[in-house]
């Protein structure tokens, strides 16, 4: 790899930490404020609801500039939001401003890895950017746990700064000012990501282009035989992940009785099983065969299920660790064919853009069915067995379209190699 590749993991591992750290913290200000169960799960609406309204227009600005220019722009827009947080605005919409950073960061940090590296190299490089992810998702949220338990926060506000009054008077204040330190210190590796020499076009001033050209590049992709495959992978895996965190955190307090600090453990444990399985996906998936780990999306939808009647800490740790292997073995390859294939069909920019616009409509639909579901009084575990039912159901959906294009002809393995993406693009 590159060098300026382990500069973009170390950005994003730092700015990954802090957005995980940030919603625990968040979710303790609402308990404070007694705000009503169903706000928890709106905080992820809030965040991601940019990621859809924006995305016509994140995608142009990513391609536009640096994208390393680009990350260090809306890590300030982050920085902003959690200053907002810390004094002014409530938690749902000071959250809101830092998903509109996170919307545009988005583009640029996976958009460059198809400037800076070959196609031969994407799914190894996805494998580590998820690997780096997941490691800052673990911290995260152990970071965000610990920073509101008593002991670390009593320390945090027994700090005194002479003449000056910080306002940080409670323990989720004092857990986003050590945040908005982390993500002070991805700015600071953003300044660092190098130029990769693709050439810039400057992307029209005109909204109504802007909204057109990602509507045709979103037709475009979906309309792909392998881009319909890997995108409605990635739109059910990243709504799904987003619903089973808040999930978790109600398990955990109804099988294993922990409050919100040790249930955002757990959420860890899941983190390292993606950690563990992206990895191997890294070592053992090529980006020509990613197409064969589709399977494991419906074992993880059944595997779900079985959180109901778990009830010990050793045999969750091991179910939350299989669920996370199985998420990461299946996600690494099929994000690293959908980037392939949008760098293939349009500019890298626009491809995530396009992404990150479904997936996010997926997280929305998912969270506000989870939100109903809260809001009507429907048991815990009945909720974990609608779950696991709707995402292996929907995964086997998947496959069936897959033997489709197959059975029709319409569908070229992908070629490993120098010649990979010349070939890719036959299709």
């Not at 990461?328 to 949008?342: D, E, I, S, T, Y």
């Not at 059975?407 to 890719?424: I, P, S, T, Y």
């Amino acid at each position: 790899m590159q060098a300026g590749f382990y500069t973009i993991m170390a950005a994003q591992f730092f700015s990954s930490l802090a957005d995980n750290a940030l919603l625990v913290a968040a979710i303790q200000m609402l308990r404070d404020l007694e705000s009503p169960a169903w706000m928890t799960p709106s905080l992820k609406q809030v965040f991601v609801i940019s990621y859809v309204l924006l995305a016509p227009l994140v995608g142009a600005f990513a391609d536009s500039m640096p994208k390393g220019r680009v990350m260090l722009v809306t890590n300030g827009i982050k920085i902003c939001g959690c200053g907002l947080m810390l004094f002014t605005l409530h938690p749902l919409m000071a959250y809101a401003l830092v998903g509109l950073g996170a919307a545009a960061y988005s583009p640029a940090k996976y958009g460059i890895l198809t400037e800076l590296l070959p196609a031969r190299q994407l799914v190894v490089a996805n494998g580590w950017i998820e690997g780096a992810t997941v490691a800052s998702i673990i911290l995260g949220v152990v970071l965000g746990g610990l920073l509101i338990s008593g002991p670390i926060s009593s320390w945090l506000l027994a700090i005194d700064i002479p003449k000056i009054d910080t306002g940080v008077e409670t323990p989720p204040q004092a857990a986003i000012a050590v945040i908005m330190g982390c993500y002070a210190i991805a700015a600071l590796f953003n300044w660092y990501i190098p130029d990769t020499g693709v050439d810039r076009r400057v992307a029209s001033k005109n909204p109504v282009f802007l909204i057109r050209e990602f509507a045709h590049c979103c037709a475009l992709l979906w309309r792909d035989k392998l881009g319909q495959i890997s995108l409605a992978t990635t739109t059910l895996f990243w709504g799904a992940g987003a619903t089973l965190q808040f999930l978790v955190i109600d398990w955990a307090a109804t099988h294993l009785c922990y409050n919100l600090s040790r249930a955002s453990m757990m959420q860890g444990i899941v983190a390292v099983g993606i950690a563990l399985g992206a990895a191997a996906a890294a070592l053992l998936v090529s980006l020509r065969n990613a197409v064969n780990v589709l399977f494991l999306g419906v074992l993880m939808g059944i595997l779900v299920i079985a959180m109901v009647p778990v009830n010990t800490l050793g045999w969750a740790i091991t179910l939350m660790t299989v669920i996370g292997f199985l998420a990461g073995f299946f996600v690494v390859p099929m994000n690293a064919l959908l980037q392939h294939r949008g760098h293939v069909l349009m500019g890298a920019g626009h491809s995530i853009a396009v992404q990150n616009f479904n997936e996010n409509i997926g997280v929305l639909v998912m969270l506000a069915l989870y939100a109903v579901i809260v809001h009507v009084g429907l048991s815990t575990n009945a909720a974990i067995v609608l779950f696991g039912l709707f995402v292996a159901g929907a995964m086997a959906l998947v496959m069936w379209r897959h033997r489709q294009n197959l059975a029709a002809g319409d569908v070229m393995h992908l070629v490993a190699g120098d010649h990979a993406e010349a070939k890719v693009g036959q299709l």
